[in-house]
């Protein structure tokens, strides 16, 4: 079989050891027959639905309740099977890992890393940043865009989910998973600092960086990528570079605000979700109106032409 490692891994990534674990845990789902698995058990539920549907047909009380049921059981079963499937990988791949020449504890900080991006750049961006940027010649930053909304007094028991987050993640419990590994291989409760990676790891780490926008581009995720491209130019990174990225982005975030679609390409705020920093973001994204976005957008495609 052949296994094909995506480039943004390496920005996640500290060295070569962390890119063994990983083939490593999906060596393990190789060996087990996850895959082989998992295309049997699609074909033995798609008979189930097709019994279950007939059923339905016959109900004639709460019928699209029930069938949101029987939905959500099939998710929760199927998204549970799969979180057990990576467990099984993680201790059998850990346990072909620490027959290689890496350091053990290298396969539970690549765990580690992945938790920390599971989602979004756990990087925080600092105000500093925000008024270094948004301080333009035409356009002075505003104290007002950083004003957040306050979400203290939500009683979230209110707000009941259909369905729980937490169930239908597949990659997601990593804490769990870092609990358990650690439960099961002792060794792994020793906890070490990651080595740095050689030289070839830091040019694909470095080529994968510079990647890191033109994929949020392509999957359509402007604020994500404004976000990104803030977090690089607070690091001093290839400015104008990020410069250029950030007058791009800015224009695809002032055509959905001017066409009301932008809930498409920039998240609202989910306090219990997302970091105080990336909710600050959030925040200073949603405060601004039309015309300032215009002018951000103008002055960092005119800095990128220049």
């Not at 189930?48 to 939905?71: G, T």
């Not at 059981?73 to 020449?101: C, P």
């Not at 937490?166 to 990593?174: A, F, N, Y």
């Not at 998240?267 to 219990?272: A, L, M, S, V």
Request: hydrophobic share 30%; no cysteine; aromatic share 12%.
């Amino acid at each position: 079989g052949t296994f094909v490692v995506n480039m943004g891994l390496f920005n996640v990534l500290d060295n070569e050891a962390q890119v063994a674990s990983v083939l490593s845990h999906e060596l393990a789902h190789y060996l087990l027959d996850h895959t082989l698995k998992s295309l049997v058990n699609e074909i033995n539920e798609d008979k189930d639905s097709r019994s279950i549907m007939e059923n339905l047909k016959k109900v004639s009380v709460n019928k699209s309740q029930k069938a949101f049921d029987i939905v959500k059981d099939n998710l929760y079963k199927k998204r549970g099977i799969k979180r057990k499937r990576e467990v099984e990988a993680d201790s059998l791949g850990y346990v072909l890992f620490r027959n290689s020449d890496y350091e053990n504890t290298e396969f539970y900080n690549t765990l580690s890393n992945l938790s920390k991006y599971d989602t979004i750049s756990p990087r925080e961006l600092k105000i500093e940043t925000y008024k270094k940027l948004y301080n333009l010649p035409n356009q002075p930053f505003k104290d007002s865009w950083m004003t957040r909304e306050d979400f203290g007094n939500y009683n979230y028991d209110h707000y009941k989910v259909k369905l729980n987050k937490d169930s239908l993640s597949t990659h997601p419990e990593l804490a769990q998973r870092m609990e358990f590994i650690t439960k099961q291989f002792a060794e792994l409760k020793n906890k070490k600092e990651a080595k740095k990676g050689d030289e070839e790891f830091t040019k694909l780490k470095n080529t994968a960086r510079m990647e890191v926008l033109p994929n949020l581009w392509h999957s359509e995720q402007y604020g994500r990528g404004i976000y990104a491209a803030m977090q690089f130019l607070q690091d001093k990174e290839e400015e104008n570079y990020y410069h250029e990225w950030l007058g791009k982005l800015f224009e695809q975030i002032y055509t959905a605000r001017k066409n009301y679609n932008l809930n498409r390409y920039l998240d609202r705020i989910e306090p219990k979700e997302q970091s105080e920093s990336y909710q600050q973001f959030l925040s200073f994204m949603w405060n601004l109106n039309l015309a300032e976005i215009k002018n951000i957008a103008d002055y960092y495609n005119k800095k990128g032409a220049s």
